[in-house]
């Protein structure tokens, strides 16, 4: 089974025999402990028609003869020691096939929640910017787990009733053949019985498990945006639609609980009448044909060591039902969009300090016909300073997603020292280039842990960026300095911190293009002119693109290019547009 392209029954139970030395020893074992428990109902009805109605079946006599003479209660403690004997194995070795087939189904939901991971690795961002982190998390974890125990426990099982059915019925065949004919024709109609039953307990498994994830979405948004809701003052309103979604989720928990377990009740009930008729023809055959009293009480006994088995299938019925759901909503992760792949044949990044970048006729839209940007041209020069300026909603950070690999092209093509990017890895993309945001986005974890994301830098090296980045105090101030806590998205520090953080993390990476996105909107005058002073040096062989609407940010820039509803307006060096309008950055910028 390739786990990185479906989740079906078919697809799991191929996955399952891709473990073939595990399950043949399993089900080795299934049948060992299967036949251990079918022996059992033979011994006491043997007895009784041997010891007490005088009936010879040869077994207490080849005991005499064999092992030991005793009188009834010396015969009656050996069976019963044989008896706990058979049922000790037995039970272990039941415990040693669930080990396996536990294992096996760990190994199984393992890899298929890399597999999901993988594919949401590598999931396009407009796919990402429509997810429902709490529908996402709830089909990982909760889905996933429904897989897990069809495969662990359902299946596991369904070979033991299968073998335990198998088996019972030959010995009922060799006890009395006409009796069990009829006892294995009129037991089917219990398991027809419950497939139709079974139809509907997937559908509503199915409605709980949409249930839990609307649930699990509103609380997961709710949470994240605590501190915005507490400052619109709506905990009511929003903790009140959480409130409301958990008692749609009661509703349909219910509506599956009692309905399941209620067809499964009547499942059994069926059987349970069908037993009561078994017995009374088999007292009938006691009464009309050569049956004796202890085999028909053996009857009875593989009657009850049948109840399990078929009550197991008749539960197999209901997962294979969930289980089908949960792998509908499992698929519906595989069918997002990814970004694609591509082969590369040459890295324009390889041995540059810089690069340059050619924009040639880009046309974006998130939504067909729906332009954001339209024939952008630009040509940003190997270790150039250039601007890009206009209007809020003009398409200024689209436009930095594009560049940095973010979002595929519609239409138009962007080189990257000559290479288009259509022959370019996204990763070798971002690899190089740098893209700071406005609003950067901090783990709850050490200060460390967020200027290297996890990846080890020399201690200089971390000093070095604190320094060029204006955070020697920040840090100086922290309790315990870089292995202080920051809080849920970096709370314990500033906006302006945060963008520091943000820019000492593109320090340490050293790209060969670095894009500000308003990444000092936060930052008063003073400071931001300090940090760009620390930052000339670092900065004067790289590729430097700078998106602000204050002058202040842009005026380094040797070249400035002006949006203006998604379309380059005008542009230039700073003194021709100057020269053009001397109002000009008052109404654009």
């Not at 009293?293 to 009857?299: F, K, Q, R, S, W």
């Not at 950070?397 to 519609?410: A, E, H, M, R």
């Not at 050293?510 to 002073?533: C, G, N, Q, R």
Request: hydrophobic share 45%.
């Amino acid at each position: 089974m390739d786990m990185q392209k479906q989740c079906t029954i078919k697809a799991i139970v191929q996955e399952l025999f891709g473990y073939k030395k595990e399950v043949i020893l399993g089900n080795i074992i299934a049948i060992a402990a299967t036949l251990l428990v079918v022996l059992i109902p033979l011994f006491i009805p043997i007895l009784v028609d041997e010891l007490l109605l005088g009936k010879e079946h040869g077994f207490i006599s080849w005991i005499s003869q064999n092992l030991f003479t005793s009188d009834i209660k010396g015969y009656l403690f050996f069976v019963l020691a044989i008896i706990v004997v058979l049922r000790v194995l037995s039970t272990l070795l039941s415990i040693l096939q669930t080990k396996i087939f536990a294992s096996i189904s760990k190994n199984i939901t393992y890899r298929m929640r890399a597999s999901l991971l993988n594919h949401l690795k590598h999931v396009s961002l407009k796919e990402y910017e429509m997810m429902r982190v709490g529908a996402l998390t709830s089909k990982l974890v909760t889905d996933v787990e429904t897989i897990d125990g069809f495969v662990s426990s359902t299946i596991s099982k369904l070979i033991v009733a299968v073998l335990m059915l198998s088996f019972s019925a030959l010995v009922l065949l060799l006890i009395h053949w006409k009796l069990a004919i009829f006892i294995l024709i009129t037991n089917p109609i219990v398991i027809l019985f419950t497939v139709k039953l079974s139809r509907n307990i997937g559908r509503l498994k199915k409605e709980e498990n949409r249930a839990v994830e609307l649930f699990q979405s509103s609380l997961t948004e709710t949470l994240e945006l605590l501190h915005q809701i507490r400052a619109t003052n709506k905990e009511e309103y929003f903790f009140e639609q959480s409130r409301k979604k958990a008692q749609d989720l009661k509703k349909h928990a219910i509506a599956y609980n009692y309905k399941s377990e209620a067809a499964m009740k009547y499942s059994y009930l069926v059987f349970l009448a069908g037993y009561e008729i078994f017995r009374a023809v088999s007292i009938l055959a006691v009464a009309y044909s050569d049956l004796s009293v202890g085999l028909m009480l053996a009857v009875f006994s593989y009657l009850w060591v049948m109840v399990n088995p078929i009550q197991d299938i008749i539960n197999f019925q209901y997962v294979l039902s969930t289980a089908k759901a949960a792998c509908k909503r499992i698929e519906s992760i595989y069918e997002m969009e990814q970004e694609p792949k591509i082969e590369e044949t040459q890295n324009p990044f390889a041995g540059k300090q810089a690069i340059d970048i050619v924009v040639d006729n880009l046309s974006f839209a998130y939504q067909k016909e729906k332009y954001i940007l339209e024939n952008i041209n630009m040509h940003i020069k190997q270790g150039s300073k250039v601007a890009i300026v206009g209007a809020s909603g003009s398409g200024k950070t689209t436009l930095s997603n594009i560049l940095v690999g973010f979002y595929p092209l519609d239409e138009g093509e962007i080189r990257y020292g000559g290479v288009s990017s259509q022959h370019l890895k996204l990763s070798t993309i971002r690899e190089n280039i740098h893209l700071i945001l406005q609003h950067p986005k901090l783990f709850n974890d050490t200060m460390l842990f967020n200027l290297t994301l996890g990846k080890t830098y020399a201690p200089k090296r971390v000093q070095e960026a604190l320094h060029i980045a204006q955070l020697d105090d920040v840090i100086a101030g922290l309790d315990l300095g870089l292995d202080t806590l920051v809080g849920k998205d970096g709370i314990k520090l500033s906006g302006g911190q945060r963008q520091r953080v943000a820019i000492a993390r593109m320090i340490l990476s050293d790209p060969k293009v670095v894009i500000f996105d308003e990444s000092t909107s936060a930052l008063d005058v003073h400071t931001e002119l300090k940090l760009f002073e620390a930052l000339d040096e670092f900065l004067a062989d790289k590729t430097v693109i700078t998106i602000a609407h204050r002058l202040s940010t842009i005026k380094s820039a040797a070249f400035i290019y002006v949006l203006e509803d998604g379309k380059v307006a005008d542009s230039g060096t700073p003194q021709e547009l100057l020269a053009k309008d001397k109002s000009y950055f008052s109404s654009m910028i």
